[in-house]
């Protein structure tokens, strides 16, 4: 699987960007996909998380009502709808996809998104 990540830059705050994560490989099998964000020399954390189906969607609380997340089975393409975006909103976010084989995890990561706000 590969991913790649699209939409990011730089906003003023309050402003808003939607992040695109295009998917392409062998996305058939693909159990959930998610967002996730990491600052320099701190771990990746979750931000959002979708089901293949697109059925079921979790944020973390600190995005709950600003961010939403959402998949375009179709166009084998993920989103980020990004409001009300915060200084603190800034960071590299990267597109997740997971595989669940025989028990085991595989997950697929893109190169990254860097999201910019200025106060």
């Known amino acids: 699987v590969q991913l790649v990540e699209s939409g990011g830059g730089l906003v003023q705050a309050g402003g808003s960007l939607r992040l695109s994560c295009a998917a392409s490989?062998?996305?058939?099998?693909?159990?959930?996909m998610g967002w996730y964000r990491q600052a320099p020399g701190k771990q990746r954390e979750l931000v959002a998380a979708i089901t293949s189906g697109g059925g079921n969607t979790n944020n973390a609380d600190s995005v709950k009502g600003q961010f939403t997340i959402s998949r375009d089975n179709a166009k084998n393409t993920m989103y980020q709808q990004m409001n009300s975006l915060k200084p603190g909103n800034k960071d590299v976010y990267y597109c997740?996809?997971?595989?669940?084989?025989?028990?085991?995890?595989?997950?697929?990561w893109g190169r990254g998104a860097q999201v910019t706000v200025s106060s």
């Open positions: 997740n996809a997971v595989k669940v084989r025989e028990g085991v995890r595989y997950d697929y």
């Open positions: 490989g062998s996305t058939f099998s693909i159990n959930a």
